[in-house]
C-alpha cells in the first residue's frame, strides 16, 4: 500500500459528502495513519463518528482563524506522530451574504474573513508545520475554478481561491529545498456542504454537467484520486501545480 508508514492530517472534514472524507477514506484504506480536525463543538460531532467509522483515534480541535491554535495543533501532532508525511488542507469559508450578493457589495471585514481561512490559513499551517515535514512530504489544498474564470455568486471565493493558488506557488519554493511538494486540486462543482453556501448550485451543476467534455459530473472518488497521487511518491516531481480535475469543464470557451 502506498501510504503504508505514512502520517499526516487532514483538515477540514465535515461530513461524508465533504471532498476531505473521500480523500480521507481513500488514504487510510492504503495504509495512512491520519490526525483529523474540526473547528468547533458543531463539526466536533460529525468528524468523531466518521474517524470511528476509520478507526482513527486522533482528532483534535483547530481553528484557523487563531494562529495560537495552529501552533497547539502541531505541537500536538509532533507529540503523537514526530514528524509529519502528508497535510490535506480543505478549508474554504465565506460569509453567505458575501455569496449571494454583487461581488461589489463585499465589505472589509468579509473580504479578510475569506481570504484568511480560505487561504491564508494554508500559509500559517506550513509555517508552523514546517520542522515536523518529513524531507519527501507533500501538501495537498483544494481550489476550484472561479480562482481564473468568473463564476456567478463564487465572489470573495473567487479571490480567496487565486490567492490560494499563489500562495501554493509560494510555498512550493520555499519548500522545494527539502523536497516537499505543494500541489493544489481543482476540483468540478460537487454537492457538498461548503457549495451549499453558494446560490445557485443546482443550476451550477446542471450547466457543468451539460458542458463537461465527459458529459458528467466529477465525483469525490475522483477528486480524492487526484489527491492521494499528489500525496504519494508516484508524483515525486510534481510541486506548484494547480491540476484540474473536472471532466474537462476548464476547457469549454462558450
Do not use: W
Amino acid at each position: 500500500m502506498r501510504f503504508e508508514g505514512k502520517k499526516g492530517v487532514i483538515l477540514g472534514v465535515a461530513n461524508e459528502k465533504s471532498i476531505a472524507y473521500a480523500i480521507t477514506e481513500r488514504l487510510k484504506n492504503e495504509g495512512a495513519e491520519i490526525c483529523l480536525t474540526y473547528p468547533n463543538e458543531a463539526i466536533q460531532k460529525r468528524v468523531i463518528p466518521i474517524a470511528e467509522s476509520f478507526n482513527i483515534n486522533f482528532v483534535e480541535k483547530c481553528d484557523v482563524a487563531y494562529e495560537e491554535e495552529i501552533v497547539r495543533f502541531r505541537d500536538r501532532v509532533k507529540e503523537v506522530f514526530g514528524s509529519v508525511d502528508f497535510i490535506v488542507h480543505s478549508i474554504a469559508y465565506a460569509d453567505r451574504e458575501d455569496l449571494s450578493r454583487r461581488f461589489i457589495e463585499t465589505k472589509k471585514t468579509g473580504f479578510f474573513t475569506a481570504l484568511d481561512i480560505s487561504a491564508y490559513s494554508l500559509l500559517a499551517i506550513c509555517r508552523e508545520f514546517e520542522d515536523i515535514l518529513s524531507n519527501s512530504a507533500s501538501v495537498v489544498t483544494l481550489t476550484y475554478l472561479g480562482s481564473v474564470r468568473v463564476v456567478q455568486n463564487y465572489n470573495v471565493m473567487g479571490v480567496a481561491k487565486a490567492a490560494l493558488e499563489a500562495i501554493v506557488r509560494y510555498l512550493a519554493f520555499d519548500l522545494g529545498t527539502r523536497g516537499i511538494r505543494v500541489n493544489a486540486v481543482s476540483a468540478g462543482p460537487i454537492k457538498t456542504l461548503a457549495a451549499s453556501g453558494i446560490t445557485g448550485l443546482g443550476e451550477m451543476l446542471k450547466t457543468f454537467e451539460e458542458k463537461s467534455l465527459l458529459k458528467r459530473r466529477v465525483t469525490q472518488e475522483e477528486v480524492a484520486a487526484l489527491a492521494a497521487f499528489l500525496l504519494s511518491e508516484e508524483s515525486s516531481g510534481i510541486t506548484g501545480e494547480t491540476i484540474f480535475v473536472d471532466c474537462g469543464y476548464n476547457l469549454i470557451g462558450f
